[in-house]
């Protein structure tokens, strides 16, 4: 029987050690602020900026909520950017992707102060984290190591396989499984073959946005199956891009959909809302 990677324990076990630290630092007179931009009234946007509000508040740190207008230009935009950037009272900026098509995103992201970039998009955490120095790296990547690494799964040695190279999980969850050790493939649209790739995996991470698609003929047998992909099927239930069902008799461990992933996204956020507070203190 494979193991099920619990995200929803892990990622609220991170939330109270996070809590923990926060507190301490409260105690020594130091406060933590996020400032959370969004722009417009993407629904589901506003769900993700709620959920990221509300970790803020069970973890004691203080959120500065932004909701501006849909027709927000870029120059505002980057103009209030700047402001929190100079602010010494604000430790972390997030905008929530995706912009209005009229707001150039990759320009947002590069306005954002590095030591502030508690999303780790911006090219300078990115570059940190392809040479091994200190930086904010992207959070359901690093979610990912840790769900690894608090189910005692090694990564040393291992085969990793990543299907999928976009800039906030694919490539950096690759540099991450590098830096731990792991023997690493980055698996694309263009693959060919792509099972007899998969199925040399000891550990497979599956982002690729396609509802079920990795079945066992993917998998190699006793191999940790890491389910990124999020779906909403006609039933409303939620899917990964594993078909959970086929793949969790024949692999050793699993990460459900819903309860695997997701909820680490938001932890990794928190624990760098907490790393850019210590840095800039
Ligand atoms: P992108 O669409 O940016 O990237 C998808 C990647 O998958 C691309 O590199 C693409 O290859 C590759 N790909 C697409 N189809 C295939 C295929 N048939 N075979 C092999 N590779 C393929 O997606 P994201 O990385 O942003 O997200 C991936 C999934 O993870 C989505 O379902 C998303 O909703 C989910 N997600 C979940 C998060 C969470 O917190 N749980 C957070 C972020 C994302 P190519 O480059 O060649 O086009």
């Given at each position: 029987m494979?193991?099920?990677?619990?995200?929803?324990?892990?990622?609220?076990?991170?939330?109270?050690?996070?809590?923990q630290?926060?507190?301490?630092?409260?105690?020594?007179?130091?406060?933590?602020?996020?400032?959370?931009?969004?722009?417009?009234?993407?629904?589901?946007?506003?769900?993700?900026?709620?959920?990221?509000?509300?970790?803020?508040?069970?973890?004691?740190i203080?959120?500065?909520?932004?909701?501006?207008?849909?027709?927000?230009?870029?120059?505002?935009?980057?103009?209030?950017?700047?402001?929190?950037n100079?602010?010494?009272?604000?430790?972390?900026?997030l905008?929530?992707?995706?912009?209005?098509?009229?707001?150039d995103?990759?320009?947002?992201?590069?306005?954002?102060?590095?030591?502030?970039?508690?999303?780790?998009?911006?090219?300078?955490?990115?570059?940190?984290?392809?040479?091994?120095?200190?930086?904010?790296?992207?959070?359901?990547?690093?979610?990912?190591?840790?769900?690894?690494k608090?189910?005692?799964?090694?990564?040393t040695?291992?085969?990793?396989?990543?299907?999928?190279?976009?800039?906030?999980?694919?490539?950096?969850?690759?540099?991450?499984?590098?830096?731990?050790?792991?023997?690493?493939?980055?698996?694309?649209?263009?693959?060919?073959?792509?099972?007899?790739?998969?199925?040399?995996?000891?550990?497979?991470?599956?982002?690729?946005?396609?509802?079920?698609?990795?079945?066992?003929?993917?998998?190699?047998?006793?191999?940790?199956?890491i389910?990124v992909?999020?779906?909403?099927?006609?039933?409303?239930?939620?899917?990964?891009?594993?078909?959970?069902?086929?793949?969790?008799p024949?692999?050793?461990?699993?990460t459900?959909?819903?309860?695997?992933?997701?909820?680490?996204?938001?932890?990794?956020?928190?624990?760098?809302?907490?790393?850019s507070?210590s840095?800039?203190?």
């Open positions: 494979a193991q099920i990677i619990d995200g929803k324990a892990i990622s609220a076990q991170i939330k109270d050690e996070l809590k630290k926060v507190s301490d630092m409260k105690a020594q007179g130091k406060e933590i602020t996020l400032a959370v931009i969004q722009v417009g009234t993407d629904p589901a946007s506003t769900v993700y900026v709620g959920n990221k509000k509300k970790a803020c508040e069970y973890i004691g203080r959120s500065l909520a932004y909701e501006l207008p849909e027709e927000t230009t870029e120059q505002e935009l980057l103009s209030l950017i700047d402001g929190l100079q602010r010494t009272d604000v430790n972390g900026i905008v929530q992707l995706p912009l209005p098509a009229h707001i995103e990759d320009k947002v992201i590069r306005s954002i102060a590095p030591e502030k970039d508690v999303d780790g998009f911006h090219p300078q955490s990115v570059g940190a984290l392809c040479i091994g120095e200190k930086g904010f790296v992207s959070c359901t990547p690093a979610g990912i190591i840790q769900l690894l608090r189910s005692g799964i090694e990564i040695g291992k085969e990793c396989v990543v299907v999928g190279r976009s800039n906030i999980v694919g490539k950096p969850m690759a540099l991450l499984l590098l830096r731990e050790n792991g023997t690493v493939t980055v698996a694309h649209s263009k693959t060919k073959d792509l099972a007899s790739v998969t199925k040399r995996a000891d550990i497979l991470v599956a982002a690729i946005g396609k509802p079920k698609f990795f079945t066992r003929e993917y998998i190699k047998e006793g191999a940790v199956v389910d992909g999020i779906h909403r099927m006609e039933n409303k239930k939620l899917c990964g891009d594993v078909d959970y069902d086929d793949v969790a024949v692999c050793s461990a699993i459900p959909v819903p309860g695997g992933v997701g909820p680490m996204t938001i932890a990794m956020l928190m624990s760098n809302c907490v790393e507070a840095m800039q203190w």
